[in-house]
């Protein structure tokens, strides 16, 4: 499945309208499901017949960290909650997912988790390899900015030609701003959430170069004509601008950056993920 840019942007839209609503709708299958393990939160999609999102869990929590599992019996009560959320408003079995993992790490970090949660995995992928496959790009750089983590996804006609990732995102900004005010890391992330009134972008502005700094590395001896961001640290009002002066490169910030890896990740399901549900009982 690949989409255009309005296409996307819709798709984005409308799996923001719905995070975290459990009641039931009436969708068409099979169902295409992807969970996102990051390190600050875990993101469970799924997608309809036509490729639309009908349900989507998110749940801030640290599990996963520099692509470590930090909880992995945590990370495993998580997906198997959301993947009940998900049955009862469906209406469908839900048995089939989609991952993915930071490049350079090891996948089975993300499989182990959903097959402990009862899910056989249909396709794994790096981060920002599963963005590029979603979208038609030619001499672009895919660049997922999470938590713990900055991965980048080299495209060339179409085709992923390379990757890598490395550990700055996030997790780092709070980390400045718990130094800057001398609170704890949780405090910070709550600062973080309130740009405009603690003057974040300029607090984390290095880090943010810093993170410049990596995905030029990662795209130097490349064509790359423009950069795409993914991932939650992207939603940092202004911190696009900063990385479009960094790496002189047009830079396309998506509506819901932080939607767009899940929703990749669950693009990427080729196997039925869904029938109809009529069992009394769910597992989890």
Not at 61 to 70: C, L, N, Q, S, T
Not at 183 to 205: G, S
């Amino acid at each position: 499945m690949t989409l255009d840019w309005d296409q996307l942007q819709a798709r984005l839209d409308a799996a923001a309208a719905i995070l975290n609503r459990e009641e039931p709708v009436t969708v068409s299958g099979p169902l295409s499901v992807g969970v996102d393990l990051g390190t600050a939160d875990v993101v469970l999609m799924v997608l309809d017949a036509s490729g639309e999102p009908v349900a989507a869990f998110l749940e801030w929590a640290e599990v996963v960290r520099d692509g470590v599992v930090v909880d992995y019996m945590g990370a495993v009560d998580i997906v198997r909650d959301m993947v009940t959320k998900a049955r009862k408003r469906t209406g469908m079995e839900i048995s089939h997912a989609s991952t993915s993992f930071p490049p350079g790490t090891d996948p089975r970090l993300s499989t182990n988790i959903l097959e402990a949660a009862w899910l056989e995995v249909t396709a794994v992928r790096d981060e920002p390899s599963c963005v590029a496959e979603l979208l038609r790009l030619d001499e672009a750089a895919v660049v997922d900015i999470g938590g713990g983590t900055t991965g980048t996804a080299v495209v060339h006609d179409g085709r992923v030609v390379f990757s890598a990732d490395e550990p700055t995102g996030g997790r780092h900004l709070s980390l400045v701003l718990a130094g800057h005010y001398g609170v704890d890391f949780e405090e910070a992330e709550r600062i973080k959430r309130e740009p405009e009134a603690h003057d974040v972008l300029n607090l984390v502005r290095p880090t943010l170069q810093r993170i410049g700094d990596i995905v030029a590395g990662h795209i130097r001896g490349h064509q790359v004509g423009r950069i795409i961001l993914s991932g939650g640290t992207c939603c940092l009002p202004g911190a696009a601008g900063v990385l479009e002066a960094e790496l002189g490169l047009p830079v396309t910030l998506p509506s819901q950056p932080l939607l767009l890896t899940p929703l990749a990740i669950a693009s990427l399901q080729t196997a039925p993920a869904g029938r109809p549900d009529t069992r009394k009982t769910t597992r989890g």
